[in-house]
């Protein structure tokens, strides 16, 4: 079984003529929204072994500032990215590539809408909606390619917690 824990990047610049989408930064909003995440997954006490992150800008950045508050310097963990995380992607070239990923391990995955939600409905069958800096928690059985819905939270209940 691996959990997955689905979220979503945190707020970015407006996008704007003359700037591709996939340059767009997070904002601070969306870095402050990011360590409310990271907090709420250490409250939790999940060990992530892995992050991994669509090459979007802003998604990366979004996952580089989880890695910073989770871990310290000295961590050899890094943020890896993947094509099949792009918003455009179908959902089963990533579940490909989670076939070589370790059994029984933890993996933070950082991405875009539709995309993530596509990506749920796909594994688990639940039709949900994770607004920016959004959070799902999935169990995967790797043997049975299905997941189960754990968690969905957005921001307006991470502020809560």
Same mark, same amino acid.
């Given at each position: +079984?691996?959990t997955l824990i689905l979220v979503r990047h945190g /707020?970015? =610049? ?5 700037? &591709? /989408? %996939?340059?767009?930064?997070?904002? #601070? #909003?969306?870095? #402050?929204? +990011? ?6 997954? =250490?409250?939790?006490?999940?060990? $992530?072994?892995?992050? $991994? ?10 996952? *580089?500032?989880?890695? &910073? &508050? ?6 050899? %963990? #890094? $943020?890896?990215?993947? /094509? /099949? ?10 579940? &490909?590539?989670?076939k070589d990923f370790v059994d029984n391990s933890t ?5 875009? *809408? ?14 949900? =909606? ?13 043997? *049975? ?17």
């Open positions: +079984m691996i /707020d970015a =610049e407006p996008q704007v003529d003359g700037k &591709e /989408d %996939k340059d767009r930064k997070l904002v #601070k #909003k969306g870095v #402050k929204q +990011m360590r409310r995440v990271a907090n709420f997954l =250490e409250e939790l006490g999940f060990n $992530v072994d892995r992050i $991994v992150s669509s090459p979007y800008l802003r998604a990366y950045q979004s996952a *580089e500032v989880i890695l &910073e &508050e989770l871990f310290d310097d000295n961590s050899e %963990k #890094k $943020v890896e990215t993947f /094509d /099949d995380l792009t918003p455009d992607k179908e959902p089963s070239l990533f579940l &490909e590539k989670l993996i933070l995955v950082v991405g875009h *809408e539709p995309y993530l939600s596509s990506f749920v409905k796909t594994i688990s069958g639940a039709n949900v =909606e994770i607004k920016k800096g959004g959070v799902a928690v999935l169990d995967y059985d790797l043997k *049975e390619g299905r997941g189960t819905l754990k968690i969905l939270l957005s921001q307006k209940v991470l502020k809560l917690i």
